[in-house]
T-cell receptor, first 114, second 111 residues
């Protein structure tokens, strides 16, 4: 079945550091890929998405490129802030239309120190 | 900006009791979902709902669970007889096309 694997956390960085959170997937067909973020005590917020190969999703300084050849969708940010501290989830959906379940990775907890 | 809302934010119940979790999806969305997240674990799909019927359900979604869209705005998840292992955060989501938008969740604690 479809699955998503994220790099193990937790990840701790200093403010202004470069961030990469790795995400790889296994899927049949042509999934859409997503990054969701969960701030402390809150629900899941869509951070960015990509729906086909070579698409780049971006939002709030975060970027991720849909790489079909490596089945990856790594999340990057050039300079992190304390406010980026959260749990980040990579996810895929594998149905082109209609109701489509999301399959999530295990989440990566990110802590940014001032 | 429209958003998915959920009530209550927290619920504590005794084992064996029935609970109903409520969600108001985004108004022009057609697809509705429930997910759960046991503390410290990944988010798991429970059920999807479209055109007033279940589209897909996971192995978790057994006979103790049911979903309903009782009117034009609400979408509910009922657990008939709660177990200790039902303690989790329950998220509702809705979508129009490919992107799902999540509510803030209901934290359910079964004692």
């Amino acid at each position: 079945g479809n699955s998503v694997t994220q790099m193990e956390g937790p990840v701790t960085l200093s403010e202004e550091a470069f961030l990469t959170i790795n995400c790889t997937y296994t899927a049949t067909g042509y999934p859409s890929l997503f990054w969701y973020v969960q701030y402390p005590g809150e629900g899941l917020q869509l951070l960015l998405k990509a729906t086909k190969a070579d698409d780049k999703g971006s939002n709030k300084g975060f970027e991720a490129t849909y790489r079909k050849e490596t089945t990856s969708f790594h999340l990057e940010k050039g300079s992190v802030q304390v406010s980026d501290s959260a749990v980040y989830f990579c996810a895929l959906s594998d149905v082109a239309q209609g109701a489509q379940k999301l399959v999530f990775g295990q989440g990566t907890r990110l802590t940014i120190n001032p | 900006e429209p958003e998915v809302t959920q009530t209550p934010s927290h619920q504590v119940t005794q084992m064996g009791q029935e609970v109903i979790l409520r969600c108001v999806p985004i108004s022009n969305h057609l697809y509705f979902y429930w997910y759960r997240q046991i503390l410290g674990q990944k988010v798991e799909f429970l059920v999807s709902f479209y055109n007033n019927e279940i589209s897909e359900k996971s192995e978790i979604f057994d006979d103790q669970f049911s979903v309903e869209r009782p009117d034009g705005s609400n979408f509910t998840l009922k657990i008939r007889s709660t177990k200790l292992e039902d303690s989790a955060m329950y998220f509702c989501a809705s979508s129009a096309l490919r992107t799902q938008y999540f509510g803030p969740g209901t934290r359910l604690l079964v004692l």
